[in-house]
DNA sequence: TATCATGTACTAGTTTACTATAACACTAAT
DNA sequence: ATTAGTGTTATAGTAAACTAGTACATGATA
């Protein structure tokens, strides 16, 4: 019963659609994002991982993969992976700039949806508040 | 020389690595949101847009079907697709699937560049309260 | 050096996405 | 009824995505 505690805690769908892989990935993203997860926290390694989601091996490290591209983490062969604390060289004004582009591409994307901001404004205070699910 | 003026007028980029029936929709939506395309209007033919595109007439069957599905156009068999003027009907449970669904992944797309939810709220509070949108 | 836990690489099988060919079916106008 | 224009369906080939099985390589530590 007394099971350890996990830094986090992923979960496959199978009945998705959507890649375990990409569910993994979106997983970690999230912690990240919210704060689950910190710089320099070790994420489960890439055998206990594929044993806990019953899961190949392989297709963890697929995941672990792109997110080492994408600079979230970092790979030590033979150690483990953990979150990366090097954030990626930006002035402010370019993550302004990135920040703006990301957030008028879902808008419209929403709003092809019929949603405006302040019904994503909404769902993302309530996300947060809700300890990001 | 003297070409009708259209409506759209759709470029397929066959190195983007998007697919072609991708780039039409996306090329459909952007026309819609920004005005281009007004409701009423008709779009190109499903043969004339596929000799335009030299694409198979299925590969644009397949990007109208999607715009149908999403409620943004009407088909009519033997008449042709035209801008919906209907918004689609949707339940408050469905809706909130579809945002909770959305707001995921940009939120996931956003922590790979490094941006916290805070960041993101933030971006859209300012947004909104210097009137764009 | 030996060992154990870690990530990596090679290979292959299955499924899904994508596009195409060709024939069919509906609508409206003649 | 015929015809011309429209969307639709059935089928299939190719490529890519996805997952898995198995064996290998690296790093820390005793």
Redesign the pocket.
Known sequence: MDKKKEAIHIVIDPTS?I?????IILQIEMAIADGRLTVGRQ??????L?VDL??????V??A??EL?IRGLVN???????FISDKRVEMSDVDREQILAQLVRGFVSQSASYGFTVHDIIKYLTDYREEGAL
Not at 43 to 48: A, E, N
Not at 54 to 59: A, E, S
């Open positions: 659609g890649p375990y892989y990409r569910q994420l489960p390694t890439v055998r206990s594929a019953q899961v190949n091996p392989n297709t490290v697929r672990y993969n080492e790979t030590q062969h033979g150690t483990g992976t």
